[in-house]
């Protein structure tokens, strides 16, 4: 989820950077989709108290990443009813980081998201660089393409 979401967010800064607050809204959201990493793991450590989900076992681990989204949700939220007009960045991010939080915290109940990890982990890594350096350029290729102006219309004489 992380991964599209990295790419929507390239893609959508290269696009508007002609627009200064929706260029840059886009560039600092992208960094938010990664909160739950860190902040997850200190939350275990730093704030226990804040896992108010309380699972047991190795699903507790979900609970923090799910927490975490939560938060980072709240966050740019907040950021978009501050300047509604501008916000589309926020909302972008938001989307990708609930919907990381609902399948990171349900993949334990769908099997098929095991064998869909192992399959994944059967691709060699060569094979990830190379697919991951291709959507990267593609995502920059149509996001610069995407934000060129509009073509001028030829001076009539």
């Excluded at 309380?54 to 907040?78: C, Q, R």
């Excluded at 990708?96 to 059967?122: I, K, N, R, S």
Aim: no cysteine; hydrophobic share 60%; aromatic share 14%.
């Amino acid at each position: 989820m992380a991964i599209a979401a990295y790419l929507t967010l390239f893609y959508l800064a290269l696009k508007h950077r002609r627009n200064v607050r929706l260029h840059a809204g886009y560039m600092l959201a992208t960094p938010l989709i990664l909160f739950e990493s860190p902040f997850g793991r200190f939350m275990d450590l730093l704030f226990p108290a804040w896992n108010f989900i309380g699972s047991e076992g190795p699903h507790a681990i979900l609970d923090t990443i799910a927490i975490s989204d939560g938060i980072a949700i709240v966050f740019a939220m907040t950021l978009y009813f501050m300047d509604r007009k501008h916000g589309a960045p926020w909302l972008v991010a938001s989307g990708f980081m609930a919907v990381q939080a609902v399948l990171t915290w349900f993949t334990p109940q769908m099997p098929f998201m095991a064998d869909l990890f192992a399959a994944y982990a059967t691709i060699p890594e060569a094979v990830t660089l190379v697919v991951g350096l291709a959507l990267g350029a593609a995502a920059a290729w149509f996001g610069w393409e995407a934000g060129k102006p509009p073509a001028r219309k030829p001076a009539v004489a």
